[in-house]
């Protein structure tokens, strides 16, 4: 099978994501801390509203360029598996809940509640920004 093991990397991802959620919004001693605080984004960033089938539209329209972007070896397994596995994390969010279940709450600099497949999203991007930057350097 063509791309097998970006497949399972995605698979696991978002299995991971899906789970983290389901046990920060369904063990009620975790939402006693300040660390967890479950919150439903209906927007974008910072709750920023813009209309449901837009942000679903956005979002199959990243996934598809991901995938691309790695057929095309512009991007390599690990970072594709990042961003698509965060990308349809949030995605089956926003379609089942009508919103994102974000619950990690960092106290720091009013910095946004997030979740695993933000974590996952940006850290796709950071490394590919390094790679970029090192990349240009040769």
Avoid: Q
């Amino acid at each position: 099978m063509k791309h097998l093991k970006l497949r399972i990397g995605v698979i696991i991802l978002t299995g991971l994501d899906l789970l983290s959620k389901y046990v920060f919004y369904n063990v009620k001693y975790l939402n006693e801390t300040t660390v967890i605080l479950p919150a439903l984004n209906k927007g974008i960033s910072r709750s920023l509203p813009v209309p449901f089938f837009i942000i679903i539209g956005i979002s199959i329209l990243g996934i598809v360029a991901f995938i691309r972007l790695f057929a095309k070896r512009k991007i390599n397994r690990s970072i594709a598996s990042l961003l698509i596995a965060g990308t349809i994390g949030n995605l089956i969010d926003r379609i089942i809940y009508g919103g994102v279940r974000d619950f990690i709450n960092i106290n720091i600099f009013n910095f946004p509640i997030f979740n695993l497949a933000d974590t996952m999203l940006c850290i796709g991007v950071g490394i590919r920004i390094l790679v970029l930057m090192l990349e240009k350097k040769k």
